[in-house]
């Protein structure tokens, strides 16, 4: 029996707490699980997605090898969609301000930590407060408060701004702590490798043992520069010469990163038993249109049109996944912490989330895992100054209902121009379904301008 806190006949994630607290029959050996997460890089980038315009050779391998999602929704920018997935919780649980993870949550590092996994994270970290002032924003250690043992990233403490964003960015001479430590010497390293090189290196250390490796990383997100591969790179100065046309590079980087950590799956021997998941954080930048099979795709990055939230979601793992196939089911960032902690036989009973485990679709399963997902996204920082719309939504793989009562069919109007007004009986059974599942958001936590109610927790 599920016990549900609302929607119990609807099959929309509210708090889902298991009342069987036994644990998932536990394999032979554990898995190893590493889950990369591109930064600004939606669904259409990617060849295997029908994209034309950047060469994904290892990403397009690897969705022919495994299970290619076609219907994963993040969230539409950076901090919200970083809080859900590593807490498998809807943002108005625990999203309280832009850069910023409360320290009372409970993230899948901590989940596998205390399982007996070996866990590192690497990439992009933003998450202290530093640009709020919030308490603790200068703690080196928060990342192992949320479960990693050990990390090497990117803005942990500190936040660039203004003339000393050069010395201070992501890329070229990155400014990048390990395990409490500034990693000196960097001064011609490009960032993305040595996350890459630290991702490797705790590979080959941890072989001997499960372990669970987030790398969120840089890549491809604004300022868009060269990258190693650029003739411009060869030139300290032109390393940060700025240029959407370097975009298509950084794609082509981040792919070949890919590469390289699989290779190293394949020299220890651990490629059969290892999960290996690539998603995105969100759409692409919004000055950037990509080429498709279906036309121009223009960055949402930010909207709540599906190009925001559409991003890729790609699941190899030999032995379990035999053959490549495509999965059209609805997969939400609230799924990712379910999934992973049964992966790992984590007692269901002790998994706090809004998602649904879709480990059933990795064993091979085709049944959906839901038929609709709601999402709750507020950019909180521009939220208080009344700038933007505090926005909810539920959706399925072609309609849209938005918490002002907007209707859209998303496949003939991508762009939601055109609220749907005069519905056909089956527009009119789904309308009433989602409205229903936003009643009860709205019961559970209503929003009211400069009138926060307390966060509902679990």
Not at 11 to 40: F, H, Q, W, Y
Not at 325 to 331: E, K, M, N, Q
Not at 349 to 368: I, M, Q, W
Not at 421 to 428: A, F, Q
Request: net charge neutral; hydrophobic share 35%; charged share 25%.
């Amino acid at each position: 029996m599920i016990n549900k806190i609302s929607l119990t006949t609807l099959g929309i994630g509210s708090l889902i707490v298991a009342s069987n607290c036994t644990s998932p029959e536990k394999k032979p050996v554990r898995p190893n699980i590493i889950l990369i997460m591109a930064d600004d890089m939606g669904y259409e980038a990617l060849g295997c997605n029908g994209g034309l315009s950047y060469k994904t050779p290892v990403l397009d391998r690897l969705a022919s090898e495994g299970i290619r999602f076609t219907n994963c929704y993040s969230q539409s920018l950076c901090t919200p969609s970083r809080v859900k997935i590593m807490t498998g919780k809807y943002n108005f649980r625990n999203y309280d301000h832009f850069e910023y993870l409360n320290p009372n949550q409970k993230t899948f590092g901590n989940y596998f930590q205390e399982a007996g996994y070996a866990t590192a994270i690497a990439g992009k970290w933003q998450l202290n407060g530093v640009s709020r002032g919030m308490p603790g924003n200068q703690d080196l250690t928060r990342p192992y408060h949320f479960g990693f043992d050990e990390y090497c990233l990117w803005q942990l403490h500190i936040r660039a701004v203004g003339k000393n964003r050069y010395e201070k960015e992501r890329y070229a001479n990155p400014l990048i702590y390990k395990n409490g430590d500034k990693i000196k010497g960097l001064e011609d390293s490009y960032g993305p490798d040595v996350f890459a090189d630290f991702v490797i290196d705790f590979i080959e250390r941890k072989a001997d043992k499960p372990f669970f490796v987030y790398y969120p990383m840089n890549l491809p997100h604004t300022p868009h520069v060269p990258t190693p591969n650029c003739p411009e790179w060869q030139d300290r100065d032109k390393r940060y010469r700025q240029d959407d046309l370097f975009f298509k590079p950084m794609v082509e980087y981040l792919d070949e990163i890919v590469g390289r950590i699989e290779k190293k799956l394949m020299d220890e021997g651990l490629r059969e038993n290892t999960l290996l998941l690539f998603t995105a954080d969100n759409g692409t930048h919004r000055r950037i249109v990509s080429e498709t099979i279906h036309g121009e795709v223009a960055g949402g990055k930010a909207l709540s049109i599906n190009t925001g939230n559409h991003v890729p979601l790609i699941a190899v793992w030999p032995s379990v996944i035999k053959e490549g196939r495509v999965y059209d089911g609805l997969i939400s960032f609230a799924d990712f912490l379910p999934t992973l902690t049964d992966i790992a036989g984590i007692n269901s009973c002790c998994v706090r989330t809004d998602g649904k485990s879709f480990l059933s679709v990795l064993e091979g399963g085709d049944a959906p895992v839901q038929n609709e997902i709601f999402i709750h996204y507020t950019t909180k920082q521009w939220l208080e100054e009344e700038k933007w719309p505090h926005t909810r939504w539920v959706m399925d793989g072609q309609y849209k209902l938005y918490r002002d009562k907007n209707f859209f069919n998303t496949k003939s109007d991508p762009l939601e121009n055109n609220p749907l007004r005069d519905l056909n009986s089956k527009e009119e059974r789904i309308r009433n379904r989602f409205q229903t599942i936003i009643n009860e958001k709205e019961e559970e936590f209503p929003f009211h301008w400069n009138n926060k109610p307390a966060i509902p927790e679990f």
